[in-house]
């Protein structure tokens, strides 16, 4: 039987987080289909196992379908290959080169999956078995057949100044920032491939950017400036809360006095939206070093490792409160546009560690951090699928980026008391709390463990928060409508508040709408792939819309008025920020259902401003650094869109640098 690594099926993330699975039948069909039969397909042999020939057989991926080609003798499958396919880059390419040559190599079906790619394992499975049944096998039987057993490797054991813990961005950052300052790093990553749940987002990095704000035209409004005066006049929790609220005020006092109508935004609001979107329980000086170092991280991304930026867009993302999202610049970087720019920062900063000499073990689970007498983290011990072990020693310190815990169903049941019961997350397989274990035996605090974000834009059959036409726009431009067709919640407010009015409804899903007002020619291909997979459907009037969603053609259109009404005359019944813009008037109109979905997990290892880790008694743990998911402090009870890049970045580099310090 085969064996899947993955504590929840349905939303492993095999490849992109802008993915979701298609439920379309495996089907088969022989090269004599679309040749000539007498070309492809020998006459069969009697007592054969196989009808001799080429077959080609078809399954549901994770982007879409997998295709693959099987060529058969009569007694033997002699080759396997994936001939088309949509999958992720890097994410899937493990199990697209692997499970071909298994199936080939064992004669069997009964492949383990890939750990990380688990549907695009069973994809390619499926589909080898439609091209079988066509070639005559008896399909029970060799999924059956006993795999053998991999052989066990030689135990492996060096030495580097850093170990770092997690090939993440997080991870590969510390790498980066380590190798820069001149330290010798080996990173540790338990899956086959590196990037961890940084690889599957659409790679959002929210940063106060005032330049790039003028040089886009975005213009202040009244509402968007009564949300800074009002967070100005709240009374403070704390001290670092006041002296923050001080530093905004000075802020938005020199650009009232500029004269200029361009949107306000420094790294001192950033932070201030920060802590007051996680509820106000952050930790301040943690979420202003957060918030000013992403602004150096960007010069750092940009300069230093290469990664490419859009220059002339910036975008306010769902749930992200404030328009200072940069975007990954895809055509640039891939040739295309998309929603998976993540990839790009772990593929740019694993090629700038290694360029510098760091050196990086994928198949290396960590399963203890190492410590001399006095306490001081002093390395790590990693067990690979073959049974042998990595064992590093580290000159200077180890740091942990091993991501956070959404895709462990129980891990989020027991830390949100029971409250979170769905197994849905829009996060990497790997996301599964392994750090927690790891840090805990080393007397590490945690904070906000109980913290866990829903995500109101899921993909009811997989969780995955993209695939739906109009996510590469800012949440202004939308509006979400319940199966009655009606408006229920502002659009541009935090996930939370969100997610919790989305669960009020009926079935717990609504509808995103937007029109075609603000996309580009350049999206065309992907619109229609989108309306193809059944992700999103298109009208030309928003009573089709409604006919093909199967809401009240009535209820929807008034709906719509109401809400263009209100953006125009600077009224929203529910509240959000009003801008003649963000109509929807423009057709063709777009409709894609959405669900709520574990995304984000705000709790995690304390750590202080320089990402020391620190223990139960407030002290910090010597040598031992952590960043990016697996902390907490910084998102408070609720991450805003957009910043988790930053975060992990920030922190990464935080860490790398000052673990190399040492």
């Known amino acids: 039987m085969r064996k899947v690594f993955s504590s929840l099926l349905a939303c492993a993330m095999a490849v992109s987080v802008t993915a979701c699975a298609s439920t379309s039948t495996p089907v088969a069909t022989t090269a004599a289909q679309t040749e000539q039969a007498e070309e492809t397909t020998e006459a069969p ?52 080169s692997d499970i071909p040559d298994a199936i080939v190599k064992n004669q069997s079906l009964g492949i383990d999956a890939v750990s990380g790619a688990t549907i695009t394992s069973n994809a390619i499975l499926a589909a080898v078995e439609a091209a079988l049944t066509e070639a005559g096998a008896d399909v029970d039987a060799l ?10 490797g030689e135990d492996i054991e060096e030495t580097a100044d850093v170990v770092v813990v997690g090939a993440g961005g997080a991870g590969l950052a510390a790498a980066a920032a380590a190798e820069q300052a001149g330290a010798s790093v080996i990173v540790l990553e338990k899956m086959p491939t590196i990037g961890g749940n940084s690889a599957l987002g659409e790679g959002t990095y929210n940063v106060a950017d005032p ?10 409004t009244p509402d968007l ?11 403070p929790k704390n001290d670092d809360h006041k002296a923050l609220i001080e530093k905004v005020k000075k802020d938005f006092d020199e650009w009232k006095a500029s004269g200029t109508d361009t949107l306000f935004d420094s790294a001192n609001w950033h932070a201030l939206q920060t802590y007051i979107g996680g509820g106000e329980i952050g930790d301040v ?22 990664v490419p930026f859009k220059t002339d867009y910036i975008f306010m993302a769902v749930g992200g409160k404030w328009q200072r999202g940069h975007q990954i610049d895809l055509e640039k970087a891939e040739g295309k546009e998309g929603d998976n720019g993540g990839r790009i920062y ?21 399963k203890e951090i190492l410590k001399d007498d006095s306490g001081r983290a002093t390395g790590a011990v990693a067990e690979r699928s073959d049974g042998s072990k990595i064992t590093v020693h580290a000159n200077k310190g180890v740091v942990l980026a091993t991501g956070g815990f959404a895709a462990n169903s129980d891990l989020v049941n027991k830390y949100s008391n029971g409250v979170i019961t769905t197994t849905r997350t829009s996060c990497a397989a790997s996301s599964t709390g392994d750090g927690i274990a790891l840090a805990e035996a080393l007397g590490a605090n945690f904070v906000d463990l109980d913290q866990i974000q829903v995500h109101p834009l899921g993909d009811p059959v997989d969780g995955c928060v993209a695939e739906f036409v109009g996510n590469w726009l800012g949440a202004q431009y939308y509006v979400y409508v319940n199966k009655e067709g009606q408006r229920f919640v502002k659009e541009d407010g935090t996930r939370y508040e969100m997610s919790m009015a989305e669960l009020q409804q009926t079935d717990g899903e609504m509808y995103l709408i937007v029109d075609s007002s603000q996309i580009t020619d350049d999206r065309q291909d992907q619109i229609d792939s989108l309306i193809e997979k059944g992700r999103t459907v298109k009208a030309d009037t928003i009573e ?30 529910f509240g959000k920020a009003t801008s003649a813009e963000s109509t929807i008037e423009k057709a063709p109109f777009y409709a894609s259902i959405r669900t709520t979905t574990v995304h984000h997990t705000m709790g995690g290892v304390q750590i202080d401003s320089d990402a020391h880790v620190i223990n139960k008694d407030g002290d910090v743990i010597p040598g031992l650094y952590a960043a990016g998911e697996f902390t907490g402090g910084i998102h408070g009870n609720n991450r805003l869109g957009g910043n988790a890049y930053p975060d992990i970045i920030t922190f990464g580099r935080i860490a790398g640098t000052n673990v190399a310090a040492e």
Request: aromatic residues 4%; proline residues 2%.
């Open 285 to 306: 000086p943690l979420i202003e070093t957060y918030a000013t170092g992403a602004v150096d991280a960007y010069k750092w991304l940009t300069e230093d490792i290469g």
């Open 45 to 96: 042999v009697q007592d054969a196992k196989y009808k001799a020939g080429t077959y080609t057989g078809k399954a549901a991926g994770k982007n879409g379908d997998i295709t693959v080609e099987v060529t058969v003798s009569d007694d033997a499958i002699t080759e396997v290959k994936v001939t088309d396919h949509q999958e992720t880059e890097g994410i899937s390419d493990p199990a697209i």
């Open 225 to 235: 400036e009564k949300e800074v005066e009002d967070a100005l006049a709240e009374t």
């Open 143 to 152: 999924k059956n057949v006993e795999v053998a057993a991999k052989e066990a």
């Open 544 to 573: 089709e819309l409604a006919e093909k969603i199967d809401v009240d053609p009535t209820t929807l259109k008034e709906t719509i008025d109401k809400y263009n009404e209100g953006m125009k005359n600077g009224k929203d019944e």
């Open 211 to 220: 330049e790039m704000l003028e040089l886009t035209g975005a213009k202040t």
């Open 346 to 366: 772990t593929n740019m900063l694993q090629e700038t560690a290694e360029k510098l000499g760091a050196k990086i073990y994928t198949d290396a689970d960590v």
